[in-house]
């Protein structure tokens, strides 16, 4: 049973990255609090068997990079949780520009387009929560991740500019930072963060991904998602234009 009963009944959700990881289990939570979930990714098959579990889920497939469509994806949404991302360990001198341009369209322009599109919705019924997925490298950087770290960035930006101008309106912006969490993307970072350091895979997490998290685990999604869906709640009306961290104590200093 959800911690708050009947609050999220008759919202809709979009959350981008639903087929797996943190925006899959940020939309099941969404939508067992009630709310009507719209579900992004580009894994169709992944949607569907996010579907087929859980009620109140439409599966939407779609490719975020393609910003000139995005306009195609619902408007009229109270609840947006950007989530969809993608990674590339490089060096920045061998760092590929398209698979940059890739990623900077992916985790900042195609928030910041679903953001423009819904926030006429929201100004017009004075309610809105915008939860931006961001990471501990929106707050800090690391080797290697030249482009991932710029989006996060950006996307911290955006998040405290769209909570400016929300504000008067009823709408919060929010950033959530995880450190690393167990999912797909991160399992994918493990065989290019050997090769970038020069290590073996079995020594990624605990000297590369743990090396500067205090609580020396991984997070889980279903973690993330327990704080998405709080800061979606009736508690969160005045929590705006900050940033939450999961992080083990990384950007504690």
Partial sequence: MT??????????????????????????????????????????EGLDA????????????????????????????DIIVNVA??????????FPVERFELIMRVMLHAPWYLIRQSVPHMYAHNWGRIINLSSAHGLRASEFKSAYVTAKHGLEGLSKVVALEGGPHGVTSVTVNP????????????AEQAIAHGMAEDEV???????????????????VAELVLFLTGPASASMSGTSYPIDGAWTAY
Avoid: C, W
């Avoid at 809709?12 to 990881?21: I, K, N, P």
């Avoid at 889920?57 to 995005?70: A, G, H, N, T």
């Avoid at 690393?180 to 493990?190: A, F, G, N, S, W």
């Fill in 85 to 94: 991302g993608i990674q590339t360990v490089s060096p920045i001198e061998d």
């Fill in 179 to 190: 450190a690393y969490v167990r999912t797909p993307l991160v399992e994918k970072q493990i």
């Fill in 3 to 44: 911690m708050y009963p009947h609050f999220h009944d008759g919202r809709r959700a979009l959350v981008t990255g639903a087929a797996s990881g943190i925006g899959r289990a940020a939309a099941i939570k969404l939508a067992e609090a009630g709310a009507h979930v719209v579900a992004v990714d580009l894994n169709a």
């Fill in 205 to 223: 997490i605990t000297k590369i991904m743990l090396d500067r998290v205090h609580v020396k685990r991984l997070v889980e999604p279903e973690e």
């Fill in 50 to 77: 996010l579907a087929a579990e859980v009620a109140g889920i439409e599966p939407v497939p779609f490719d975020l990079s393609q910003l000139d469509r995005i306009t195609d994806l619902p408007h009229d949404v």
